[in-house]
């Protein structure tokens, strides 16, 4: 095996034929996908990309993610690097449940809102959602919905799916979290989490990754790459193998392995050898933390749920909002009550959330 380096890239880079079509400047509230890759992470890929690896997994990037993954999930934890977030759910739930399983979930989770019918189509996966005012689930719901699934002519309830944070901005605690494992467990079910921004809430909690998955009973997880700083990628991580079938074959099968693994592999090396994943959750949080303050102060405008991760729900006149919408795209939650959702980002700079309250204030005293 080559030996390893810490070398950076050499600079300048290389001339592409490639134009640059858009203005690097400009910022986005939309979702912390706008945002392009962390330099670091760029870093990283172009020292992945000299010479030649074995393909498919073999090279040496991938074959020693396991290690970097268990400094932080634990002595068994075994990763599986996937081309996206809806990938990563699918393979995660089907490794978990029979053909015939079904999965418990929040009505506003990710699974249910924003993966074009996938979990059903592409999974087979019955989605029994569970409903809740604020993103969470709470024991009492996973044990009704079990006894409501108590014979053959209903869909057999395997796995109980939480997404942390979850899509309404709120943060379970471990201690809820261990009392959703243990609830489910005691029902035969394995538990998933969707970890998009699992980042983002540990760093908002103020507790180590673990704490949130591994300790608190979590089996297989979805990590977040993506919202985090990445160019591409997520990871499927296996936290408890015993309650776990198939998946590198489930990961085939659902076209997610990649024949340059490398590239997938090298960035959650960069993301989590180091703090990176910390200082890049850390800031998007303070961003939002900002924003929130900011729109809190302004007549008019409602902060509807609390900001504990990286997102800002607040309700705005409508008058205000379609003035908005000449300059900034924006994502609405809830139409009915003129919630829309504001995201940060890694790069998301007190520049960019003063100015956006700036042009909100503007368009308020219009």
Not at 131 to 137: L, V
Not at 201 to 222: F, K, N, R
Request: net charge negative; charged share 20%; with cysteine.
């Amino acid at each position: 095996m080559p030996s390893l380096s810490r070398a950076r890239p050499a600079s300048p880079l290389p001339s592409t034929d490639a134009t640059l079509r858009h203005d690097p400047g400009w910022r986005e509230f939309t979702s912390d996908n706008c945002s392009g890759a962390h330099a670091e992470i760029l870093s990283a890929l172009v020292l992945a990309n000299g010479g030649h690896q074995q393909a498919y997994g073999e090279d040496d990037y991938t074959t020693r993610l396991d290690d970097t993954f268990r400094r932080h999930f634990g002595p068994v934890a075994q990763a599986f690097p996937v081309f996206n977030g809806t990938g990563a759910n699918l393979i995660a739930l089907q490794a978990v449940t029979d053909r015939w399983g079904a999965v418990l979930c929040a009505e506003q989770s990710h699974l249910t809102e924003d993966e074009g019918g996938a979990p059903e189509h592409v999974a087979g996966l019955k989605l029994l959602e569970l409903s809740s005012r604020d993103g969470k689930i709470s024991p009492g719901l996973v044990d009704r919905a079990v006894e409501a699934a108590s014979d053959v002519h209903s869909a057999r309830p395997q796995a109980l799916s939480l997404a942390q944070a979850t899509e309404l901005g709120t943060c379970y605690t471990p201690e809820e979290i261990r009392a959703l494992s243990a609830c489910a467990h005691a029902h035969g079910l394995a538990v998933h989490m969707d970890g998009a921004r699992l980042a983002n809430a540990a760093v908002s909690l103020g507790v180590p990754l673990s704490a949130c998955t591994t300790e608190a009973g979590i089996d297989i997880l979805s990590f977040g790459g993506t919202k985090n700083g990445l160019l591409f990628g997520e990871c499927v991580v296996i936290l408890d193998p015993s309650r776990v079938s198939g998946l590198p074959y489930l990961r085939k099968r659902s076209t997610h392995l990649a024949s340059k693994m490398r590239f997938l592999s090298v960035q959650f090396e960069a993301l989590l050898e180091g703090d990176l994943w910390k200082r890049n959750a850390s800031h998007a949080n303070a961003m939002a933390a900002r924003l929130g303050s900011l729109l809190s102060g302004l007549n008019g405008v409602t902060v509807t749920r609390p900001v504990e991760a990286n997102s800002v729900f607040a309700a705005l006149p409508r008058t205000v909002l379609a003035r908005l919408l000449d300059r900034y795209t924006i994502y609405t939650n809830d139409e009915s009550r003129g919630e829309v959702r504001l995201m940060c980002s890694f790069d998301t700079t007190e520049r960019d959330v003063d100015a956006f309250g700036a042009a909100l204030a503007g368009n308020m005293s219009r």
